[in-house]
């Protein structure tokens, strides 16, 4: 199931608590209230909770403030409801008087949460830590993300079931990790990106915001995925044709790293340590350490591991100038390729 951060704040947990508990009681009521007064308690007492789980997801103190507002006022309806089923004899008075304390502390927990939002407009995450002590201690640490499971994400993400996430892993702002997902470790995930069902992922990829991943892609370890660029996974989409099963498949090697706004035609493979220019577009397989640039995409030279040039001699060898590792061009079935000398 996806992870919703709505379920670890103390007060939706005592709502859904206490609503269990109103709704045995309920369940006495005459059989003609089934669609009068037990239905509106019933009524009231979940929306007491569906109104704190919208509220937690909304994005200004303000809207925050309006749905604990009806989260409280929904609370009140029903426990006026439930001294008028005292007045109408179908509930004992000590029976209600057992929830007394729990009424008490949910009315005091949502009306302070409504003043604090309300008087916090311009600090939406202050009133989000108000209601969220399970979590305080990594809010504390780091007011964006919440830390689950050996990853951290923030809590305006979606993460479907079925994903395995590796520790370390970081998951920004309203992106969205569908099913079947695998992410390695330590991987940073930016701002709305979208990972389709089963992308495999390596570990230490980093991937800026607005990128989309779609099904049929694999990623090895320290890729690096620019802002905005762009993977697809059918060569001749068709609005009218439905081609799911028939996705191409792109293998991003290790190290690669991939400009902003470039794309990758499906279909095509990059090779490890290949540098994608900012606004290419790969239409063929890309070979390791290849400096690509252009629309078509084209080969202009070598990148070192660490991200240089390399500038090659008469005898086909070249030094990368931050790390002081040596290169030679080699020939491979007619083709020429870079390999590092160890």
């Known amino acids: 199931m996806a992870t919703y951060n709505f379920k670890n704040l103390e007060v939706w947990q005592k709502s859904i608590s206490l609503t269990k508990k109103v709704y045995g009681i309920v ?15 019933r009524r009231a007492m979940v929306s007491v909770s569906s109104n704190i789980a919208e509220g937690s997801a909304r994005l200004s103190a303000k809207d925050q403030a309006k749905f604990y507002h009806y989260a409280y006022s929904s609370l009140i309806e029903s426990i006026s409801q439930l001294n008028l089923a005292v007045e109408l004899g179908y509930l004992e008075r000590t029976e209600l008087e057992k929830l007394n304390d729990e009424f008490v502390e ?15 407009a311009s600090e939406p995450i202050e009133a989000y ?47 969205h990790i569908m099913s079947n997902c695998s992410i390695g470790e330590k991987c940073n995930i930016g701002q709305n990106v979208v990972i389709s069902p089963e992308v495999i992922l390596g570990n230490n990829v980093k991937i800026q915001n ?10 090895e370890d320290d890729v690096f995925l620019g802002p905005s660029m ?22 991003v090697g290790k190290g ?8 990758i035609v499906c279909g095509h493979d990059i090779g490890a340590f290949a540098f994608i220019g900012a606004g290419a577009v790969v239409t063929k397989n890309i070979k390791p350490y290849a400096l690509i640039v252009g629309n078509p995409g084209k080969q ?19 030094t990368c100038k931050e790390s002081g590792e040596n290169y030679i061009l080699k020939e491979n079935n007619g083709e020429t390729i870079v390999q590092k000398v160890n």
């Open 27 to 41: 369940n006495g009521f005459p059989e003609y209230e089934k669609f009068g007064l037990t239905n509106q308690i």
């Open 106 to 120: 949910l009315t005091n927990k949502l009306n302070a949460i409504h003043k604090s939002t309300n008087s916090n």
């Open 129 to 175: 830590r108000q209601i969220n002590k399970s979590t305080d201690q990594q809010l504390n640490k780091n007011l964006e993300l919440i830390e689950s499971n050996g990853y951290s994400y923030h809590y305006t993400s979606l993460i479907d079931s079925g994903s395995q996430i590796g520790k370390g892993t970081k998951i920004w702002h309203f992106s």
């Open 210 to 219: 607005n990128v989309s991943i779609y099904t049929g892609v694999s990623c």
């Open 230 to 251: 762009v993977f697809t996974n059918v060569t001749n989409p068709r609005s009218a044709v439905n081609r799911r099963g028939q996705y191409a498949k792109t293998h």
């Open 256 to 263: 690669a790293s991939i400009g902003a706004n470039a794309t």
């Open 300 to 318: 202009i030279g070598w990148m070192s591991e660490y991200g240089h040039r390399l500038e090659f001699d008469d005898n086909g060898q070249a």
